[in-house]
């Protein structure tokens, strides 16, 4: 199993400019989850999706969108990149009913630079 | 609203023990998780406690106190290798909210 995976590991965007990050996860996991991590503020939750065709917003969810056409698959897009959007993304996914609760498993983050 | 607070960052020696406490204020509580993240890297799960107490993971203890809202990660036997950041992460519904993170350094 492949886990979690992102796809770009990294990319530099000027501001103004749209991309699509992608997260894929091969566990039937029904949660999945985007953060952006910033140096000092933690892990900070923008959208997450609690099953195929679902999504709901987080706790910084402005400048972003997503989509979970696929139960393997959460994309987040940015369309109109700006320098406070400079961050590393990160993925997580997570199953339903555990006894361990709603551990997280995370991808190896994305690195966004915009200039 | 969600508060969660955690040290900075803290420096011990090689074979020592660090606690590294978490107080928390939040909206709905399922349980308490710890994640180690190394630099560059994703975070992975280290604990996770649901009811007041003590829980031991070879090295690593993580203790609950859900009346005072409070936590804290024990590392014993200090390795260069636990030289990392730890995130203290409250799980409320389907959602985690996390602390800032406490970076540790091991010095020889």
């Known amino acids: 199993n492949a886990g979690v995976t992102q796809t770009p590991k990294f990319r530099v965007l000027k501001t103004g400019q749209s991309m699509t990050l992608l997260c894929a996860q091969d566990m039937n996991h029904e949660y999945m989850y985007w953060y952006r991590q910033d140096p000092g503020m933690g892990l900070r939750l923008i959208h997450y999706s609690v099953g195929e065709g679902t999504t709901a917003k987080g706790e910084v969810p402005d400048g972003y969108n997503v989509s979970r056409l696929k139960k393997q698959n959460f994309l987040l897009g940015l369309e109109s990149a700006a320098p406070s959007q400079t961050s590393v993304y990160f993925c997580a996914s997570s199953p339903l009913g555990r006894r361990e609760g709603n551990e997280q498993f995370f991808g190896p983050g994305t690195r966004l630079t915009v200039l | 609203g969600q508060n969660i607070d955690q040290p900075t960052e803290m420096t011990a020696t090689e074979g020592a023990i660090v606690q590294i406490n978490c107080t928390y204020q939040t909206s709905g509580f399922n349980g308490l998780f710890w994640y180690q993240q190394h630099a560059g890297e994703a975070p992975t799960f280290l604990s996770y406690?649901?009811?007041?107490g003590l829980e031991e993971k070879g090295r690593f203890s993580s203790f609950l106190s859900r009346s005072k809202g409070y936590s804290y990660l024990l590392l014993k036997e200090l390795q260069m290798k636990d030289s990392a950041s730890y995130l203290c992460a409250v799980s409320s519904g389907n959602k985690l909210t996390f602390g800032g993170g406490t970076r540790v350094l091991v010095k020889p």
């Open positions: 406690n649901v009811l007041d």
